[in-house]
């Protein structure tokens, strides 16, 4: 009687052979893709709400990574990626101690032969600020890409699987090496250093006046244009040297303005004070003097403006100059507080803060 064929002996090694085959095929495009760290922070990326309709409704900080990831499978076709939770927070609660934590892990995993990419999530109220400290201190040419969402992952069209997807995609591309630090969001890649969040609602929430780097657009990335400005590993400032950060606070400014905030901001023991001042940063006739009597106290005036976009002139309406004053050039109060406090760990020379608003 004949054997069938599936019974025979060589049948049985052909299809040893041909898994074992297949076995290395997986393993060899396994190895040929990138490896990409993905560092959780929390944030609405990582939210839940009570239902589908809850959009703006939720808690942030509640999901972990391992659970973001394994929402994700479509990750591993693009990556292998690895998640580690480095903290837990909504990110309006940030600290300068969790940017220095933060900063100092990455670099450290930017160092890795195995790493080619990291990527961040966190939350969406400061994760411009977090992207332009970490753009300033870690010296890797190696993409960082942070991440966020609008909506929770819970909602009908959340957006945060298609962000951190993006995110992945950009980490482990060749091409986004060297641009600084990098934000997906809405199918745009932000630089760290332009981008804002600038509505509290939408998916397409975060912009930049210099517009975005490029976009993804199913898992490819395409660039229009790339930083001018200092940083990473052309940045003289490094996390490895830094281990605190100086205190320095924002005073926002308005039509009536007393000199409440800016007395007791000027007398808390900070090393430079952010003034977010109307206009071209403007300073009113009664807050002058309280920020002269600042600076001769031997805080740092740094003059930025509370408008959107634009940058503010030296010596146009205030004579800093004369004032010994610096201006914040296109960074709004919260991202001319991140630059200040990363060069007072080095100099408060204001000519030399000067020279670095206008590099950074
Ligand atoms: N509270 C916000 C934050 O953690 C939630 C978010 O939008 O990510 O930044």
Redesign the pocket.
């Known amino acids: 009687m004949e054997v069938p064929l599936y019974l025979s002996s060589r049948f049985r090694a052909f299809a040893a052979s041909a898994a074992l085959m297949a076995a290395s095929a997986i393993a060899q495009a396994q190895q040929a893709l990138p490896n990409v760290m993905i560092l959780a922070t929390?944030?609405?990326?990582a939210?839940a709400g009570a239902s589908a309709l809850n959009s703006a409704t939720y808690a942030?900080?509640k999901v972990g990574v391992d659970k973001l990831i394994a929402g994700l499978p479509e990750l591993g076709k693009v990556a292998n990626v690895k998640g580690e939770q480095v903290f837990q927070?909504?990110?309006?609660s940030m600290t300068n101690e969790h940017l220095l934590t933060l900063a100092k892990r990455v670099a450290q995993l930017a160092k890795q032969p195995d790493v080619d990419g990291i990527v961040i999530t966190?939350?969406?109220?400061?994760?411009e600020e977090t992207a332009y400290f970490l753009t300033l201190t870690v010296h890797t040419d190696k993409p960082i890409v942070m991440v966020?969402?609008?909506r929770p992952g819970t909602a009908l069209s959340a957006d945060g699987a298609l962000n951190l997807y993006d995110a992945v995609v950009v980490a482990g591309s060749k091409d986004a090496r060297g641009k600084g630090v990098l934000l997906t969001m809405n199918d745009t890649i932000q630089s760290g250093r332009d981008v804002s969040k600038n509505v509290n609602i939408v998916p397409s929430a975060f912009s930049s006046q210099w517009g975005p780097l490029g976009m993804v657009v199913e898992g490819r990335s395409y660039w229009f244009r790339a930083p001018v400005k200092r940083h990473t590993v052309n940045s003289e400032f490094d996390i490895e040297q830094i281990s605190t950060l100086p205190p320095v606070e924002v005073v926002y400014s308005y039509a009536g303005v007393s000199t409440t905030a800016v007395d007791a901001v000027a007398k808390s023991g900070v090393k430079a004070l952010i003034h977010g001042g109307p206009g071209n940063g403007s300073v009113a006739d009664r807050i002058v003097p309280r920020l002269q009597a600042a600076r001769e106290s031997g805080v740092v005036v740094i003059r930025s403006s509370r408008v959107p976009d634009g940058f503010v002139i030296r010596n146009a309406e205030q004579p800093d100059d004369k004032y010994d004053w610096v201006v914040a050039h296109d960074l709004r109060p919260q991202k001319a507080r991140i630059l200040a406090m990363v060069a007072l760990t080095k100099t408060s020379d204001t000519k030399e803060l000067q020279r670095i608003f206008w590099e950074y």
């Open positions: 929390g944030g609405t990326i939210g942030a900080a927070v909504a990110s309006e966190h939350g969406t109220d400061t994760v966020a969402s609008m």
